[in-house]
């Protein structure tokens, strides 16, 4: 058994967040000692970290909690589970392709502005001596609507 300041350590995860999961249902194995103190075994840990990765995949506490309750009922709910999965999927990889165009963006900055230092180009970082044009500065190539290509 566990305790919150262990199970914590264990996940890498704070004692706040432990007790916040805990209190949330998301922990339907958590036990209580004699003085109502949270314990930990090791399915409960296993609600946790499953939580856990849940959460940094960006599904909030209310949807993880309909997971565990899903889970709980059994086999029948497979393909309600699935199909939450998949969602986050979607939501997940759209959000990756948003970082890699900011990946894109900001690795043209850095170029830029290395070959500013290096005198390839003269500096046209400064959003005081921009021309008032709709093309603006475009030297860092992304498209427009996606992200903004100022220096």
């Known amino acids: 058994m566990y305790t919150v300041k262990e199970v914590a350590k264990l996940l890498d995860l704070t004692e706040h967040t432990v007790r916040f999961y805990t209190d949330k249902g998301l922990v339907p194995s958590l036990q209580r000692d004699k003085n109502n103190n949270r314990i930990f075994n090791d399915d409960s840990i296993n609600w946790l970290r499953g939580s856990k990765y849940l959460k940094k995949c960006g599904m909030s506490v209310e949807d993880i909690k309909k997971y565990v309750d899903l889970c709980l009922e059994g086999d029948s709910t497979i393909q309600e589970r699935y199909e939450m999965i998949f969602k986050q999927k979607e939501i997940v990889l759209a959000q990756l392709e948003e970082i890699k165009l900011m990946a894109e963006y900001i690795t043209n900055k850095e170029k830029h502005y290395r070959d500013i230092i290096n005198q390839v180009i003269p500096d046209?970082?400064?959003?005081?001596?921009?021309?008032?044009?709709e093309n603006g500065?475009?030297?860092?190539?992304?498209?427009?609507?996606?992200?903004?290509?100022?220096h």
């Open 124 to 133: 046209d970082t400064n959003p005081a001596h921009w021309q008032n044009n």
């Open 137 to 150: 500065n475009s030297s860092c190539s992304l498209v427009k609507e996606k992200m903004p290509i100022a």
